[in-house]
């Protein structure tokens, strides 16, 4: 994503808030490292890693002063892409990497939004795809930010095993009793019936998550990422003083910059596509 970016014309930051990410696959701009180690924490307090992780998050919060101190000479001129571990915990269950989203952009004023990945091969599992959508409708509840649920590795998901229904019954997330009658060929998923049938209705009571998809060796698919984060975060408005009308017409329409053509256009200027890796960061 961070090369893509640049592919665009954006000078982008990478702040990895991850404690447990000591073999960074890019380069970051900040590290949480600076501040606090895993490694350390566990050895220190005697905690495994998800207490450490916890502990990591409850520290980073209190010295958020620290991180701020890091961001303000980046603030006028990149665009920044955060890091955070992937212990689902900390985003809706407990309220400290919540708590540093919420204060950076108070004292900072910016405007962030949370984008979740999810491995699309949950699709291919009835129970998993269930769990990962309650995940997602909870982690959105509870962050309370513009927020775009991802299914990556889109290019791998037949790997796992064919699927139920076509890919857009798993991103629309409409009519989820068709899931049922899959979910009843397990003995496993059959004993909790009443249970999945109770969490399927309250996730289209509720009628927020849907997903898009990831492939992340594909211009394309990252360039139709990026259009969607940049309405959610309102940078497509950057720059632009018109009325609310002028605002919601731009929000609707076709963009007049082409994402795909650009990264196109300048990739002559990266050494080849091996570049794109697997990380999606």
């Not at 702040?15 to 490694?39: G, Q």
């Not at 010295?63 to 955060?82: A, V």
């Amino acid at each position: 994503m961070s090369q893509f970016l640049k592919l665009i014309g954006r000078k982008v930051a990478v702040i990895n808030l991850d404690p447990a990410n000591d073999s960074l696959p890019y380069e970051s701009a900040i590290n949480i490292e600076d501040l606090i180690k895993l490694s350390d924490v566990m050895k220190e307090h005697s905690l495994g890693p998800n207490g450490g992780l916890v502990y990591c998050m409850d520290y980073l919060e209190k010295n958020i002063d620290w991180l701020q101190s890091k961001l303000e000479p980046l603030l006028k001129d990149h665009y920044l892409l955060f890091d955070f571990p992937g212990q689902v915990e900390l985003f809706f269950l407990h309220s400290n990497a919540k708590n540093v989203v919420m204060k950076l952009i108070k004292k900072l004023n910016l405007r962030l939004s949370a984008v979740h990945l999810v491995d699309a091969h949950l699709c291919s599992d009835p129970g998993k795809y269930v769990s990962a959508l309650l995940l997602s409708l909870s982690t959105m509840l509870h962050l309370e930010l513009p927020h775009i649920n991802v299914l990556s590795k889109i290019d791998l998901i037949e790997s796992y095993g064919k699927l139920a229904f076509n890919l857009h019954f798993y991103t629309d997330v409409q009519d989820l009793s068709y899931l049922q009658h899959h979910l009843d060929q397990d003995p496993r998923s059959a004993k909790y019936r009443k249970l999945t049938k109770e969490l399927c209705d309250v996730i289209e009571d509720f009628s927020l998550v849907n997903f898009t998809t990831l492939d992340i060796q594909d211009k394309e698919s990252v360039g139709n990422l990026v259009k969607l984060i940049d309405k959610s975060n309102g940078y497509i408005f950057a720059g632009i003083d018109a009325s609310a009308v002028e605002f919601s017409k731009i929000a609707v329409r076709q963009v007049d910059w082409d994402y795909y053509r650009a990264a196109a256009v300048q990739e002559k200027y990266m050494k080849d596509d091996e570049n794109f890796d697997d990380d999606d960061d």
